[in-house]
């Protein structure tokens, strides 16, 4: 007589080994974390004035003064009044001395209220401003001045 063996076959379950999935995946996530460019004031919506040709700042150790359109005041992000101006500014440059003012100053705003600013700047101690502006390859104006041939 002849053995006859029935051999069941154990049912394997299915597996998934995701743990490279998740390698990639960490990968990508500080691949874009890193790459982005991480803006100062993402809500503050402000056209800047566009002139042919600025100079470069260093961005660091920097007070950023924000006006928009509608007259509304930032500071670093914070909103203030004009008449808060002056004493925000004044503790901020206390806490670091070598820290420079930007204005970005929406093309709406009326240069009376700019003058106001700059006015409690200098009230706050602030002797040197630099007044942010979009640069552009051409401006087609009146304004614009000459080539020096």
């Given at each position: 007589?002849?053995d006859i063996f029935l051999f069941r076959r154990k049912k ?29 004031n993402p809500g503050i919506d402000i056209s800047l004035p ?99 041939k």
């Open positions: 007589m002849s394997r379950k299915v597996q998934i080994n995701i743990t490279s999935l998740i390698d990639v995946l960490f990968l990508l996530l500080i691949f874009f974390m890193v790459t982005s460019t991480f803006v100062k566009k002139i042919s040709k600025g100079t470069n700042f260093s961005q660091q150790n920097v007070i950023e003064i924000a006006v928009t359109k509608d007259k509304l005041l930032y500071v670093d992000g914070k909103k203030i009044s004009v008449e808060e101006l002056a004493d925000t500014v004044k503790r901020l440059k206390e806490m670091d001395k070598t820290s420079q003012v930007f204005l970005k100053a929406d093309t709406l705003v009326p240069y009376g209220f700019i003058v106001k600013i700059m006015n409690a700047l200098q009230l706050g101690g602030i002797k040197n401003v630099a007044a942010i502006t979009e640069e552009v390859k051409e401006i087609n104006s009146k304004f614009q001045a000459p080539d020096d």
